[in-house]
Structures are given as structure tokens and as C-alpha cells.
């Protein structure tokens, strides 16, 4: 009698990649979906345009027409960027005073357990989180994993490292990070995304990695028995992300006591201090304006995610995950979850700080190309999200619609794009006052218009700079908001004493060229506009910013690397 045949074992490579979209989560048919007219010629962010060719350059011309009018509107936009700002100085202040008070309480004990359903809850609440990545360097990989292995309830974590396809030695990475994280979570996989796997329109980049690895995850949760809606939050963050030790156990307590938890989204302050002080100078303006700009404007008046974000599994199941055919995938998920729900999502804080990686090579080059192509790609971005937004408008109800394009215009369009340009343009009109007078008075006389004499133009021209100035004022408040930040780092042991400190010199210096760095950034957002109202959804695409000058500053050894895996050990039985 012949034996029977032997059952053919797995591959190497299988058994490093079993974690996939399978059943009703490998369905993907909405996005599947071909349409005839993807690179249409008419697109809602045109009208973005009106800030590159009507606001920005008013002030250069408008005065030769109505010199009132052109003196009304420099201040009136001067002033009002002052005081945008200062609403993001003083919300940002507020957070921080918040972060403050609660930096070294607990939270665990702090859910209620008074009922049989909510001693469930506390039980078994358990937090997925999400780290897609491409081809940075395993000690950045390894770092910010190395920060979830901290945690205070890393027992409850189950982590999923979701790699594209073409990463470079993508099974020997994914095989290192097995062994060496087995243990230190509830579960732990990774996944590998196929290119293209929602179908052809689908670009690269995180949103689609995010998609296929979120639904890969919760397709084994369901395998598990695991996928328990009610007590299950998912956070999705980059490669670069450093965590307070504390960030889980908050978001637990929050989302088991707010009662709005399956209908908000939760966002940590992000802080850049990954060697930011070893950054050029407007790599830093930028990294601390954007810190503030999270604590100051998009977390407050719940404009949208940024990087690093959490919120319950149900609403990204309800919002069917991520938009494989967008590039922002913070942005655009705040979107979807807007769909879901017919109404504004509530974007609640984290008072933990979270370390996020600021653009960064190894020249002086590579720094400023990285700058201005990851400062390029998320203006390019924000355009076709709001694209997406419009043409997705009848799925919100009216209010949410008005409220939420409003402030999207306002901060992606004027604070952005257009405050510094604005005054820049202001700024070189002063200059050109003599050399267009002549000008001024012969249009003034066939109009009526009166020309402003010697002492009204030198009052606008005081008005206009003293914005300046008080603008330089609220700059020395965002400086000292990185301060505050690092000393919590410091506290927390995020980062060593010291390592992101700055001299006094380095800080007069970029605080200096503040208001430069800000003009250059604005600059490269007025390209981006041209660029994506040209080419469409042709330039639409996420490449990933590079992370090799994360890991030069600070090489992770491999001996330290193996005494972290045993931080939040867990028993043979609730290994991945």
C-alpha cells in the first residue's frame, strides 16, 4: 500500500508573510473601480489658483488703481495672520499647560470598573497599531518599535509593520523584526503590500499600504476571535514615530470613557526634535512651526489628522479604511470618517507628546532637495484632498461641509500658502512706492482715485511692519513651546537629557530667519499649486521621505537592541 503523500509544508517566505487581506476584507470593490475620466482638465483645486494670482500679488498693482484699497487690504491681511497666530499661540500655550499637569499620572486605574460590562471593557481592551514602511533604515524601524515595547500596557498592543512590496531585503527585514519583537507584544506581525492590489489607480505610498495592511490586521483579529469592536482602537503611525511611555494607556482610558469614542479621532501633539537641532535652519522653522500649527490650529478646530493618529476600529471598518487613490492618508481619512458619520469628526488630543521625524539627508543638498520635495508633496497633497472633498460634498450634511471647507481654505490656502507671500508682496510694494508714484498720480487723475500723501503711506507702511513684529513676538512663544516640549521628552526618557538642546546663538539665529524659512516653504506651496493645477493627478503620488539622516546621529547597537525585546514580554500564549 503507498503512503500517502506528504502535505507540502509552507515556504520560508510564506510563513515570514502570513498576515493578509482574506474574506470580505480582501474586497476592495469601490476603489477596483475604473473611471474614463481620472485626469479630468476641470478640478476643484483650481480654485486654489486664486491665491497664487489674485491674492498674493494684489498688493503689487492694486494701489495704482485705489491706493485706499490697497492700503485697507495690506493691513487687513497683515493684521490678520497676527492674529491667527496668536490664537495658535495661545491654544497651543494652553495645550502644553495640559500636558504639563498630567505628563506623570496614570490611567489604568482611572477606568471605571463598577458594572460586569465595563470590568469587560477594561479587561479586554486592546490597541492595533499600524507602522508602515518602505526603505528606511531598521535602526529607525527599530527605535520607534522599540518605543511601543515601552509601553505601559504593551500587553495590549498588537503591532502590524506593514512593508511594500519592494522594499529591499523586505523578507530578511521582515524575518529580523520577528524574531526579535515576537514576544514583546500581545501580537505581532508584518505584512508585505502587493503593488497595486486595489486595482490600477491605486498609488503608492502609505494610504494604499495603510488599506491593505489595516485590513490585513483586522482579518486576522477576526481569525483570532479577537475582533471585539467594542474594546478595540487602531492607530496608524510612520517608521519615525517615538512614543511617550504612557500614549496607550491613555488612549484606552479615553476611548472606554468618552462617550462619543466610535465617532472621534485622537491626535497627539507631534514634536520633531528627531535631531532637529542638527537640522539647517528652515528644516527647523518648519519642524517648529508645524508643532505648533498641530497644538495651535488642526487639532482645535478639527481640520484634520497629521502623521500619527488613533481612533476605534469600528468607525475605520464603518469608513471602509483607507482611499488607496489619494496620497495624504491623514487627511483624506479624516474625510471618509466624515462620510461615515454625515457630520464633522471631533479630533480629541492626546496629552502625550509623540517624537515624528522632520525632513532630513546626510549633505546639505539632500537636505534642502528633501525639504522642498516632502514640502511640495503635502501642498500637492492638500490640493487633491480638496478635490475629494468637494466632489464628495452631498455626503456630508450642509453645516459640516461649509464649516470643515472653510477652515480646510483657510489654513491650506492663506496660512500656509498665502499669509507670508502676502506681505512679502506688501513688504516689496513700500520699495516700489517712489519708483510707481508717478503712475499712481496720472490714474489717480482720470479715476478720482486720490493718491495717499507722504504721511498716510509711512503710517501703512509703520502698521505694516508692527504686524511684522508682533508676528516676531509670537515666534519667540513657538520657540518656547519646543523648549517645553523637549524638557517633556527629557521627563518622559523619550530622548536623553540634552540631546535635542540648542544654544542660545542657534536659536537667536533661527529664530531670525523664522519669518525666511516661512517664505520659502510658502514658496515651494505657490509651485505646488501651479504644479498640481497643470499636470492633475499625474503628480499625485507619495514618495517616501528619506530617513537615512535619522539614523547617522544616533546608531542603535544590536546589543541594545536585543535587551529591548524583552520590555513587555508576554506568555507563549499570546504570541503572534
Excluded at 275 to 286: D, H
Excluded at 291 to 313: H, K, Q, R, V
Aim: charged share 20%.
Amino acid at each position: 500500500m503507498s503512503q500517502p503523500a506528504a502535505q507540502k509544508q509552507p515556504s520560508w517566505w510564506q510563513r515570514i508573510f502570513t498576515t493578509a487581506p482574506r474574506g470580505q476584507y480582501a474586497v476592495d470593490e469601490k476603489q477596483q473601480v475604473v473611471k474614463e475620466n481620472e485626469y479630468i482638465i476641470m478640478r476643484w483645486n483650481l480654485l486654489f489658483l486664486i491665491f497664487d494670482f489674485i491674492i498674493i500679488p494684489l498688493p503689487l498693482w492694486i494701489d495704482i488703481f485705489c491706493p485706499i484699497f490697497a492700503a485697507i487690504y495690506g493691513l487687513f491681511v497683515g493684521w490678520l495672520g497676527a492674529f491667527l497666530l496668536t490664537v495658535c499661540a495661545v491654544r497651543s500655550l494652553q495645550a502644553n499647560f495640559l500636558m504639563k499637569r498630567v505628563v506623570d499620572d496614570t490611567w489604568e486605574d482611572k477606568i471605571p470598573r463598577n458594572t460586569e460590562e465595563e470590568r469587560r471593557l477594561a479587561d479586554n481592551v486592546q490597541h492595533l497599531v499600524m507602522m508602515c514602511g518602505y526603505k528606511e533604515p531598521m535602526e529607525v524601524i527599530c527605535q520607534s518599535i522599540d518605543s511601543l515595547a515601552a509601553q505601559s500596557v504593551a500587553h495590549r498592543l498588537i503591532v502590524v509593520i506593514g512593508l511594500e512590496e519592494g522594499t529591499p531585503d523586505v523578507a530578511e527585514k521582515a524575518a529580523r523584526l520577528k524574531e526579535r519583537y515576537a514576544r514583546s507584544f500581545k501580537r505581532f506581525h508584518v505584512t508585505k503590500h502587493p503593488k497595486q492590489w486595489a486595482g490600477g489607480r491605486e498609488i503608492r505610498g502609505k494610504c494604499s499600504n495603510a488599506n491593505y495592511t489595516m485590513r490585513a490586521a483586522v482579518t486576522r483579529l477576526e481569525e483570532y476571535g479577537d475582533l471585539d469592536l467594542s474594546c478595540t482602537t487602531a492607530t496608524s503611525c510612520d517608521t519615525d514615530s517615538i512614543f511617550a511611555p504612557r500614549y496607550f494607556e491613555n488612549l484606552g482610558y479615553q476611548f472606554l470613557t468618552s462617550p462619543k469614542a466610535k465617532e472621534v479621532v485622537w491626535q497627539a501633539p507631534l514634536y520633531y526634535n528627531h535631531f532637529l537641532n542638527e537640522r539647517p535652519f528652515y528644516v527647523r522653522a518648519i519642524g517648529i512651526m508645524r508643532a505648533a500649527y498641530m497644538l495651535g490650529f488642526l487639532i482645535p478646530f478639527n481640520i484634520n489628522t497629521m502623521s500619527i493618529f488613533s481612533f476605534s476600529l469600528d468607525l475605520c471598518i464603518k469608513g471602509e479604511f483607507f482611499h488607496a487613490h489619494y496620497q495624504m492618508d491623514d487627511i483624506i481619512y479624516t474625510l471618509t470618517c466624515m462620510q461615515a458619520l454625515q457630520k464633522r469628526v471631533e479630533i480629541l488630543m492626546i496629552p502625550m507628546p509623540v517624537i515624528s521625524g522632520p525632513t532630513s539627508g546626510t549633505s546639505q543638498w539632500e537636505e534642502f532637495s528633501e525639504w522642498f520635495r516632502q514640502s511640495e508633496r503635502w501642498t500637492i497633497g492638500a490640493c487633491e484632498v480638496f478635490h475629494y472633498f468637494v466632489v464628495k460634498r452631498r455626503r456630508y450634511n450642509c453645516s459640516a461641509a461649509m464649516s470643515y471647507g472653510t477652515w480646510f481654505v483657510i489654513y491650506y490656502g492663506f496660512i500656509l500658502c498665502s499669509l507670508t507671500l502676502t506681505g512679502l508682496a506688501g513688504f516689496i510694494n513700500y520699495a516700489l512706492i517712489g519708483a510707481k508714484r508717478d503712475t499712481i498720480d496720472r490714474m489717480g487723475q482720470s479715476t478720482g482715485q486720490l493718491p495717499l500723501d507722504d504721511a498716510a503711506n509711512y503710517g501703512v507702511m509703520i502698521a505694516g511692519f508692527s504686524s511684522l513684529a508682533w508676528t516676531y513676538l509670537v515666534f519667540l512663544i513657538f520657540f518656547y513651546l519646543d523648549r517645553e516640549g523637549c524638557k517633556l521628552i527629557y521627563h518622559l526618557k523619550m530622548k536623553p537629557q540634552g540631546a535635542e538642546d540648542s544654544t542660545f546663538c542657534q536659536n537667536l539665529k533661527d529664530w531670525i530667519l523664522m519669518w525666511p524659512s516661512l517664505v520659502m516653504y510658502s514658496m515651494v506651496s505657490y509651485w505646488a499649486i501651479l504644479k498640481v493645477a497643470w499636470y492633475g493627478k499625474k503628480v499625485c503620488g507619495h514618495d517616501p521621505s528619506s530617513k537615512e539622516g535619522l539614523k547617522g546621529a544616533q546608531q542603535i547597537s544590536e546589543d541594545s537592541a536585543d535587551a529591548s525585546t524583552a520590555v513587555g514580554n508576554v506568555s507563549e500564549a499570546s504570541r503572534a
